[in-house]
């Protein structure tokens, strides 16, 4: 009866403690919390970084293009000797992989 009593008397109290608790457990682990926060950021600072090496890639293969569209024996021949492995008769070639 006592009991019953004092929680009337205390309402605002306990409501104040069950609200202070549901939004403090919901700021550190929540779907929108700390935590999610901080492995949201971790995700998108990887992705930067892949996006950085992507668009590395692009423009090699881009200056790659270039090279070929303008036929440029240089990179031509590069390609030539690399690829079908080709050499003149007194060259000698060494396999370093």
Do not use: H, P
């Not at 009866?1 to 550190?28: A, G, H, P, T």
């Not at 999610?36 to 950085?52: I, P, Q, R, T």
């Not at 200056?63 to 021949?77: A, F, G, H, M, V």
């Amino acid at each position: 009866m006592r009991l019953i009593e004092s929680f009337k008397k205390k309402k605002l109290v306990l409501l104040n403690i069950f609200l202070m608790l549901y939004v403090s457990i919901n700021l550190i682990g929540g779907e929108r919390g700390l935590i999610s926060y901080f492995e949201k950021n971790k995700v998108y600072d990887n992705l930067l970084k892949e996006e950085a090496s992507v668009s590395n890639e692009l423009k090699d293969f881009k200056q790659k293009i270039k090279l070929i569209t303008n036929n440029d024996l240089d990179y031509l021949d590069i390609l030539y000797r690399e690829k079908l492995k080709f050499g003149t008769k007194d060259e000698i070639l060494i396999k370093l992989k």
